[in-house]
């Protein structure tokens, strides 16, 4: 029994006699994510949240390797975890509100997208995707205000204009979505 309590011991500091800290296994998976090796990155990303729970930073991660892999359910799982431990982090909204889009609850999404514009008014891509959002469930006053003030926070990229037009087009305003074209 004294051997079993022994090995047990051994067993459950193995990562501490090896310095590995959860900081590391995030760097690690990062690194594997980095080489597309979802399946590696999110082993490393479960041993920094057993090392430590609260690393939001390492659900966010996770989340993004779930959703790389398809898992959306998983990474929404993750990114509200993230949440949960941050309030005010923005990216996690953004990155949840980007998985329900794929799972076609456009209007969630778009719940998610307000909040990291309101936590960064001026998150470009949170913009873009909340148009994408309200152009999918029709709202397309909304969708078009929302690519302009994509366009005002980057007027050289051609994303909110390709969103404005589609969304204009969709209106019948054919003369007007060419000129976003």
Do not use: W
């Not at 090896?18 to 990303?45: E, P």
């Not at 008014?121 to 003030?149: H, Q, W």
């Amino acid at each position: 029994m004294r051997t079993i309590f022994i090995l047990a011991i051994i067993f459950c500091s193995y990562d501490r006699i090896l310095g590995q800290t959860s900081y590391d296994f995030l760097l690690s998976g990062i690194s594997k994510s980095n080489q597309q090796d979802f399946l590696g990155a999110i082993r490393d990303y479960n041993q920094a949240i057993a090392l430590d729970p609260s690393s939001q930073h390492a659900y966010n991660n996770r989340g993004r390797a779930k959703a790389l892999l398809g898992d959306h359910r998983g990474a929404i799982v993750d990114y509200s975890k993230a949440i949960e431990l941050n309030p005010a982090f923005f990216e996690a909204y953004y990155s949840r509100g980007v998985q329900k889009a794929e799972l076609n609850d456009h209007r969630a999404a778009i719940i998610d997208f307000s909040e990291a514009i309101r936590i960064d008014p001026a998150y470009f891509e949170a913009f873009v995707n909340r148009g994408n959002a309200r152009r999918e469930v029709g709202d397309f006053t909304l969708s078009i205000a929302d690519y302009n003030k994509a366009i005002e926070i980057s007027p050289n990229s051609p994303i909110g204009y390709y969103g404005r037009g589609c969304t204009t087009i969709r209106l019948g305003r054919k003369e007007s979505a060419c000129l976003d074209f």
